[in-house]
């Protein structure tokens, strides 16, 4: 099944604590992408990635740091989470073209305390 | 410059009925407008998507309608059925970056 997978789905972690959320793709797509969803502000997003080993700020990336070593995976990295970085996270893949909408995966569900 | 102002930020609507949510943008640069739907519990999927040298594009019961010179765009839900209620993000980007601006979404609801 064509799919984008994010683990864990719930993360409840302390402030300072540095972590990592997979994320990986099976659909060989060249474009990934971070998203972070919060009440009454949409989606908002983080770090983009247009192919392998090139990455790129979205709206909202302090704090974060993405790598892109293979064309399937994504992973977002909080090196030091804080509160203010509780909130719902997508990762999402594509393929190139204008016409091809974003593949979301299931959501993270990360709290900071 | 790089906001997509979006509107109503909840929307009722009767069962048969036209659901209609709209979208303002600043940045002319913007040249890709999708629209996105999310249930609950789910990640967002696209629904429909039109370029700005379009006024209009319909996909079955969903259709853009397009204003270039307002900088605004809308989504006509027709004959809304209870199976519509979700929640719809607009967004737009710009052609040589993979950059995509949503809006603050709207809950759709419709009643029997």
């Known amino acids: 099944e064509a799919q984008v997978t994010q683990n864990p789905r719930y993360l409840i972690t302390v402030t300072g604590k540095k972590l990592t959320v997979t994320c990986s793709q099976n659909?060989?797509?060249?474009?990934m992408s971070w998203y972070r969803q919060d009440p009454g502000l949409g989606l908002r997003q983080i770090y983009y990635?247009?192919?392998?080993?090139?990455?790129d700020k979205g709206d909202v990336p302090e704090g974060y740091k993405v790598s892109r070593k293979e064309k399937r995976n994504f992973p977002l990295i909080l090196e030091s989470p804080s509160p203010n970085q509780t909130s719902l996270y997508f990762c999402?893949?594509?393929?190139?073209?204008?016409?091809?909408?974003?593949?979301f995966g299931s959501g993270t569900r990360l709290t900071v305390v | 410059q790089q906001q997509v102002k979006q509107s109503p930020q909840s929307l009722i609507v009767q069962k048969g009925g036209i659901s209609i949510i709209n979208c303002a943008y600043e940045?002319?640069?913007?040249?890709?407008f999708p629209w996105y739907q999310q249930f609950p519990g789910k990640g967002p999927a696209l629904l429909i998507a039109?370029?700005?040298?379009?006024s209009e594009k319909k996909e079955g019961r969903f259709t853009i309608s397009f204003n270039k010179s307002a900088k605004q765009f809308s989504l006509h839900i027709m004959d809304s059925q209870p199976g519509d209620s979700a929640t719809y993000f607009c967004?737009?980007?710009?052609?040589?970056?993979?950059?995509?601006?949503f809006g603050t979404g709207t809950r759709l609801q419709v009643f029997p």
């Open positions: 999402a893949s594509r393929q190139v073209g204008r016409g091809y909408g974003y593949t």
């Open positions: 659909m060989n797509h060249e474009y």
């Open positions: 990635s247009m192919n392998v080993e090139v990455t």
């Open positions: 940045n002319t640069a913007f040249d890709y």
């Open positions: 039109i370029r700005p040298d379009v």
């Open positions: 967004a737009a980007s710009i052609g040589n970056t993979d950059k995509l601006i």
